[in-house]
Structure formats: structure tokens, C-alpha cells
């Protein structure tokens, strides 16, 4: 398998699970302004809209959309539960919270990082994003993960964009169980393994 990837972005979710599952893959470096891989390329040829992740299979079928393509990978390898089984109502609130980060939290950063958007309405996307922020630590005081105990794909959509909150320079202090997740995805040999791998940590 081949990601398309870019340091630090949405991709990074993908690249930890792809760590956690243990499965061979390379990376490929995406720049997601130009639109060109390493070498280049033009990357609309692996996804016309020229964001990533992309997955590439071994067949040369492309995958994208994070949500996708980390459940396509828990399903290669069941024996680590990833992902709970398909069909199991454990499934469904898994894929909750895979759509909760994508539409709530992904999403809602988007307007501070566009350069283009009016300090007012910056504003408001900051309001919003604290609102869910207040959600997602309360369920948290009673949970290691979002599903409990264990980590599942979800938790590495939420560290990603959790990172995002430095640079939008969102202070985490007033949402300590979110805090607290962050160290302990931090410490999992997987997310070093993925950081590392993208030039995010030495």
C-alpha cells in the first residue's frame, strides 16, 4: 500500500493506523498547494481534487477520504480491533465519532487556516470549535479513548486535529481530559513511529 500524504495534516490519522496495524506501506510526500508529489508529478492524477490522503492498493485502486480508508485498514487486519466488527452497533458509534471529527472538528478548523476569512468570522469558527471541544473532553473524563479502554481509528483522527489547536493557537488548559489523551497517544509507540516518519518529531 502507498499513502499519499502531507507532515502533520488529515493524513496523519491514516499513517498512524497504518502503524498501528502493522501493514507494509510506503509514503509518498504531497505538496497539497502546488498539487505535485515528490519528484513533481502531478498529484490530480491520484486525486483530482488534489487534497490527500490517498490510499493507493496493491491493484492500483485509490482510496481517499480519512474515514475510508482507516476502516479499510482495520478490516486487512482484525486481530489487532482496530475497528469494532462490521454490523455490530459498536461499529455504528465508532463511525460516529469518525464523522463527529470529520464534519465537527475537521471541518471547523478549516476557517483558521484560510487567510482569506474576516477576523469576525474566525471568530465565530473558534466559538463553534470550543463547543465541541467542551463535548468531546466531558465523554472523555469517563474514558481513556473515545470507545472506552482501548484505542480504535477514531482516537487518531481526534489527535490529529487536536495538534491543530497550537498552531490556531487554541489553549487546551481549560479541557484537561482532552490533555490527558493527548499525552497518552503521544506515548504509543504507532503516533512516534508515524510523527517521526512525517518530520513532526526527532
Same mark, same amino acid.
Given at each position: ?9 488529515? =493524513? ?7 502503524? *498501528?496495524? /502493522?501493514? @507494509? ?7 497539497? $498547494? ?75 478548523? =478549516? ?7 474576516? *477576523?469576525? /468570522?474566525? @471568530? ?7 463547543? $465541541? ?70
Amino acid at each position: 500500500m502507498k499513502l499519499y500524504y502531507a507532515p502533520g495534516v488529515c =493524513s496523519l490519522s491514516p499513517h498512524i493506523v497504518l502503524e *498501528e496495524a /502493522g501493514l @507494509k506501506h510506503s509514503l509518498v510526500k504531497t505538496d497539497i $498547494r502546488a498539487k505535485t508529489i515528490e519528484g513533481g508529478n502531478d498529484y490530480k492524477k491520484t486525486n483530482p481534487l488534489g487534497y490527500v490522503p490517498a490510499l493507493e492498493l496493491e491493484d492500483g485502486t485509490i482510496l481517499t477520504e480519512g474515514p475510508a480508508i482507516v476502516q479499510y485498514i482495520a478490516d486487512k487486519v482484525p486481530e489487532k480491533k482496530l475497528a469494532p466488527a462490521n454490523g455490530s452497533i459498536e461499529r455504528y458509534k465508532m463511525q460516529s465519532w469518525l464523522n463527529f471529527v470529520s464534519s465537527e472538528l475537521h471541518k471547523g478548523f =478549516s476557517p483558521l487556516f484560510n487567510p482569506a476569512m474576516p *477576523e469576525e /468570522g474566525k @471568530k465565530n469558527a473558534r466559538e463553534r470549535l470550543i463547543t $465541541r471541544l467542551e463535548h468531546v473532553n466531558k465523554h472523555l473524563a469517563g474514558h481513556d479513548y473515545l470507545m472506552g479502554k482501548m484505542f480504535s481509528l477514531p482516537d487518531a483522527y481526534l489527535f490529529t486535529v487536536l495538534r491543530w489547536t497550537v498552531p490556531t493557537k487554541i489553549d487546551l488548559a481549560p479541557f484537561p481530559h482532552l490533555q490527558a489523551f493527548m499525552k497518552r497517544m503521544e506515548a504509543r509507540p504507532a503516533v512516534k513511529a508515524a510523527m517521526k516518519a512525517e518530520g513532526l518529531i526527532t
